[in-house]
């Protein structure tokens, strides 16, 4: 019974300390998992306590930032937001007109490039406020002198009607040419009028000519406006191609200068107008310089070649071989005018005649029937100075070459091949060209 009554205490006594061990883990669960979630709430506090501090500083910062921009926008265009839309193309057109001298110049780029901007960003609705703007004529300098040179407000309207480019835009500076300030202005105006379509040409050759008339009637001086002048011409004759203008200068005889000199730029513009037509004014070029005891410019007997069939080209050119004293001047004047193989020592290769061309050597069969009409005028020219030099050896032996090489351009077997010449010729034409 003793042993019974033990083991029962023994039982209980065990039971006791597990069910003591099992409440204390289950007090320091509870405990360990009051002590985190005041811990995560803590943290959370924390956290949402830094999120409203950054947000509230974000708001301010944000509302520093809408406050400048409103106090630039008013500063720099000086309108009430409450009456005025600051992209309205007639107020930042009106706002121009305001800019003055008396306006410090920062003040004055700030608000301008802003009233350019607004102006752009307005499209073609902009278009009626500037028209108006130009009419009137008004205009400032502006300067940005860290990011280009000094420019004036006409001009920055310009560019940014080239910018738009459309139509509406291009007829608004057409409008402009009559008005157009300086030759500058005048060829920036029809470069960006043609590039948009040939429809403006007529417009453009009219303002032209009008800007030009009235610089030679200012013209009070041979020096006076030469350099304006020149630039009309090249505007009217390489730009705008006045086939009627180049005629009515060479009929005036504007290429004349004094002592037997001529105009060889006007006459090489109106050379790219009036091609094959430009043979007789060259060829009365010619004789003024003969009757005036002058050598012959050179430019003359270049424009002639191209037309060598033409009985004035042909005699423009032989009268300038003629004219040169040097025999070896005379040769390498011939070579010049027929350019052969460059193995014989010339500057330019073998090219088709007058076409300027450079050709195959190895695929000249397929000669084109210009190059061979072109060739062949110029075999005939050859018969000419062959006959004009005939007591020349060297002369003759050189032309000799050259229709050897014209004849095999002139052929129209499609098996000639390619034209080739022997080790002595070669040394014959280097020979010409050293002297």
Known sequence: MDALKNDRENTYFGNSHFLTGIILLIITLFASGVFIQYTQKQVQTVLQEQTLQYQERENQIQNQIDIANTLYLAEANRINAEFHDP??????????????????????????????QGLLLNGTNALPPIKNLLINGHNFHLSLKKIYPSRTLRQEIMTLLISMKNRPAAD???QLLPAAQDVAEMRRLCETLLSVSDDYRPYCINAAREMYDRLMREQKDANANASEIRSMRSILLQLLQDRE???????????????????SDLLLLSHEVLHDSIVPYCYEAMLYQQENHKEIDPFLAGIAQEYIAYPQ?????????????SPSGRYQFVISLFPIDEDFGGKTGYIH?????????????????????????????????ATEFGNDVIMLRLLDII??????????DPGKGEWTVDDSTKEFIQDIMKR
């Open 403 to 412: 229709r050897s090489s014209l004849q095999h351009t002139a052929s129209t």
């Open 87 to 116: 992209l309205d193309p007639v107020y930042l057109v009106n706002q121009l007109y305001k800019l003055d001298d008396s306006v410090n110049e920062y003040e004055r780029n700030s608000l301008a490039f802003y009233c350019l």
């Open 353 to 385: 005649f007058i076409n300027n061309k450079e050709t195959d050597n190895n695929n000249l069969k397929n000669t084109d029937s210009e190059t061979i009409q072109k060739a062949n005028d110029r075999l005939l020219f050859l018969n000419t100075v």
């Open 172 to 174: 608004l500076l057409s």
């Open 245 to 263: 203008f180049a005629v009515g200068l060479m009929k005036q005889k504007a290429w004349c200068k004094e002592n037997g000199k001529v105009d």
């Open 313 to 325: 080209a042909s005699e423009i050119v032989l009268n300038s071989l003629k004219s040169i004293a």
